[in-house]
């Protein structure tokens, strides 16, 4: 099954209620984020950075979540790392990418939290915001009767975070470095 076949076959389009609440929640962020920005409070790149983490949760949100069919019960898997039991054990591929690709959905978040402050940010606070917005999405499934609520999940979406997060520290010490350079250069 291709990939568009498996979206829209497990995610519902969005309606009209839940485009104009994302609609009304973004206009109102990146517009603070503009006045911030005309005030010389952050800057312009931090503004976008905002923009970008507020589009990227709500496809986050809208694929986990909001856009999912609804089930009549809750499902929950309360055993820590049964997923990789599951990889260990009984060899499952699909385990393995169910895990790699939950490390990497709150990757490009991680990235994007260092531009917001617009400087490098402890790895602990990617690890922790990425556990956070991890933990209110596995809350919805369950409050909401739209997928399976596991701890396996948090953890591989936190590991992602913090991951993003490294990363980006490195680049922008690596874009601090060669600013040095150039404005040592010129003197």
């Known amino acids: 099954m291709e990939l568009y076949e ?30 911030l920005w005309q005030r010389k409070r952050i800057r312009g790149s931090q503004a976008a950075a905002v923009c970008f983490v507020v589009l990227y949760l709500g496809i986050v ?53 260092p531009v917001t402050g617009n400087r490098k940010l402890k790895v602990r606070y990617g690890l922790a915001a990425g556990f956070l917005v991890s933990l209110i999405i596995e809350l919805c499934q369950l409050i909401f009767h739209r997928g399976l609520f596991e701890w396996d999940d948090m953890i591989h979406n936190a590991i992602g975070s913090m991951a993003g997060c490294m990363i980006m520290n490195r680049v922008l010490s690596w874009i601090a470095r060669c600013g040095r350079k150039r404005k040592e250069s010129r003197d």
């Open 61 to 113: 949100f809208a694929s986990t979540v909001f856009t999912r069919n609804s089930t009549e019960e809750a499902t929950y898997q309360l055993q820590l790392f049964w997923s990789w039991e599951k990889v260990i054990r009984e060899q499952s591929r699909e385990a393995l990418k169910e895990n790699i690709l939950n490390m990497m959905l709150l990757l490009p978040f991680g990235m994007l939290l």
């Open 6 to 35: 498996i979206i829209k076959l497990h995610n519902r389009p969005w309606s009209r209620l839940e485009i104009l609440c994302f609609s009304v929640i973004f206009l109102f962020l990146a517009g603070r984020a503009y006045v």
